[in-house]
């Protein structure tokens, strides 16, 4: 079966550029979120979408905006990296209503 | 703001043997779900069981089970028959029904002992 698929799996940038992470969601999945899990910690949700728009707002820096397209699929841009954004960044998607999440293998991002 | 609450940061069990993991959770909702996740050292969140709470039944997947205790806001995960193969981090993690952002414990890492 098909599953939430993640762009890049590693990312590697210098401290005040910018990244953008994807997300290509489950076929017919309406519904995406993004967490951020840091060195030895849980993972904490950033933000979602359903339908194109923004359903939920969580720990989400200004500095990071992200957005879902036409397609379902996600970004999360995120510009000004400090070096305590080095984390694994997943992304997870689910029907509206229809548990559970169904988590891709997440981005790990690494800043020098 | 619901909280979730690992409070056994590594548990070690003997291979074939059972072991528990502890989670509570706190909440002012009455309609939740609950499930674990296992996280093994290649980092995927892998789901392993999930609970409904308005389901008194506890869930059941194969060497997986739970003992869900609303009242106590208790959520514990039981592995019957240990395997090499579970050794992960696994997270008790939280969801409003409606709200679909997970909340998640700081994990409990299991260790296997052959």
């Known amino acids: 079966a098909a599953g939430v698929i993640q762009s890049p799996r590693h990312l590697i940038k210098e401290k005040r550029e910018t990244a953008t992470l994807k997300c290509y969601p489950i076929p017919r999945h309406d519904t995406v979120y993004w967490y951020q899990q840091g060195p030895g910690q849980d993972p904490q949700f950033l933000i979602s979408f359903y339908e194109k728009m923004q359903s939920d707002k969580g720990s989400i820096p200004d500095r990071f905006s992200a957005q879902q397209f036409s397609d379902y699929h996600s970004e999360l841009n995120m510009s000004s990296l400090e070096l305590g954004d080095s984390a694994l960044y997943f992304c997870a998607s689910s029907l509206q209503g229809v548990q559970p999440q169904h988590f891709g293998d997440g981005t790990r991002l690494s800043i020098l | 703001a619901q909280t979730v609450t690992q409070s056994q940061p590594e548990m070690s069990v003997q291979e074939a043997e059972t072991v528990t993991l502890s989670c509570t959770y706190d909440?002012?909702?009455?309609?939740?779900?609950l499930f674990w996740y296992k996280q093994p050292p290649s980092r995927q969140m892998i789901l392993v069981i999930r609970?409904?709470?308005?389901?008194?039944q506890n869930a059941t997947e194969n060497r997986f089970s739970v003992n869900f205790q609303k009242a106590a806001k208790s959520f514990s995960l039981k592995i019957s028959d240990s395997q090499l193969g579970d050794a992960a981090m696994y997270f008790c993690?939280?969801?409003?029904?409606?709200?679909?952002?997970?909340?998640f414990g700081t994990g409990t890492r299991l260790t296997i002992i052959p």
């Open positions: 993690a939280y969801e409003d029904f409606g709200n679909e952002k997970l909340t």
């Open positions: 909440t002012s909702e009455s309609d939740y779900y």
């Open positions: 609970q409904e709470a308005y389901k008194q």
